[in-house]
């Protein structure tokens, strides 16, 4: 089952999606799973599409398994499903350039791009990075906004719980794949160490963190890795009617950013080239929140 907008007018989230969908060409939203990402995406398009915008979307979950069940990407399988170093930069850097050609294809103010970059782990992180290329002015655009969703503590709660339900009774595909709480809350203990290394949190406040989600330390840290970035804090208070339908389906038309054959090919073979020890690229990975 689909459904349409169940923001309620009146509420503040309304108001800042409404905002995006008249001010942004592109939308990005950051977070870790299981803090209303998706759900906001899903959102976004239906109030874009509404509006007569053409919606497309960049989202991590469809465009990495187009990678990993490549040829070159076989040889680089999840492992306790958790997505292989090279292919999380290979994406990334698929991303950063496929972003720069939507915008050069679609200049159009009716057209909208709404993308999923979670960051953490290294999931088109380079999204976040500022680097001299011809993307650059476009990620660095007022235009392009860096939405960060943050739960409250209840909200959190009641996410982690729909999760566990959705992983038992999934009404989409993708939710089989979603991250149980178990995941979510290593996750989170590996965040507060992001926090703590960038200096955005005190030793005391990590070691009380570290068991349970934090919105504070949870929006310090992420406003920190989008520090180059045009960034809007979205608090989420209100546990929204999603019982019925999933964030996954979506009632509008869309088109999907995918990378070709070839494109895969390429960035994993440059992945490849560039990493030749796994240990190296491991760091890497370990340490997404550390802008290069």
């Given at each position: 089952m689909t459904a349409g907008v169940v923001v309620p007018k009146e509420s503040p989230v309304y108001a800042a999606l409404t905002e995006l969908v008249r001010e942004g060409r592109l939308v990005f939203f950051a977070g870790l799973p299981g803090t209303g990402k998706s759900l906001m995406i899903?959102?976004?398009?239906?109030?874009?599409?509404?509006?007569?915008?053409?919606?497309?979307?960049?989202?991590?979950?469809v465009a990495r398994p187009v990678?990993?069940?490549?040829e070159p990407g076989s040889?680089?399988?999840?492992?306790?499903?958790?997505?292989?170093?090279?292919?999380?930069?290979?994406?990334?850097?698929?991303?950063r350039e496929a972003v720069g050609r939507w915008h050069a294809n679609h200049s159009g103010r009716q057209h909208i791009l709404i993308g999923e970059t979670p960051f953490v782990g290294h999931r088109f992180v380079e999204l976040a990075r500022p680097a001299a290329d011809g993307t650059e002015p476009v990620l660095a655009a007022a235009s392009t906004r860096f939405v960060i969703p943050i739960p409250s503590r209840e909200v959190r709660r009641h996410l982690e719980a729909e999760r566990e339900r959705r992983a038992r009774r999934p009404l989409h595909e993708r939710e089989k794949e979603d991250a149980p709480p178990q995941v979510l809350r290593g996750l989170w203990r590996q965040f507060v160490v992001a926090g703590r290394n960038l200096g955005v949190t005190q030793a005391s406040e990590s070691h009380e963190a570290a068991g349970?989600?934090?919105?504070?330390?949870?929006?310090?840290?992420?406003?920190?890795?989008?520090?180059?970035?045009?960034?809007?804090?979205?608090?989420?208070?209100?546990i929204l009617p999603t019982a019925s339908f999933s964030a996954y389906d979506f009632g509008v038309p869309h088109t999907d950013l995918l990378p070709t054959v070839d494109e895969v090919r390429r960035w994993i073979g440059e992945v490849e080239a560039a990493y030749p020890d796994s240990d190296v690229l491991r760091r890497v990975t370990d340490q997404w929140y550390v802008s290069q």
């Open positions: 899903h959102q976004l398009a239906h109030l874009a599409h509404e509006r007569g915008r053409t919606v497309h979307l960049l989202q991590w979950d990678f990993e069940s490549s040889r680089y399988p999840q492992v306790n499903g958790v997505t292989h170093g090279v292919i999380r930069v290979a994406a990334g850097r698929w991303a349970e989600y934090d919105p504070m330390i949870y929006q310090r840290t992420y406003a920190r890795v989008l520090s180059r970035r045009h960034v809007l804090v979205l608090p989420l208070e209100e």
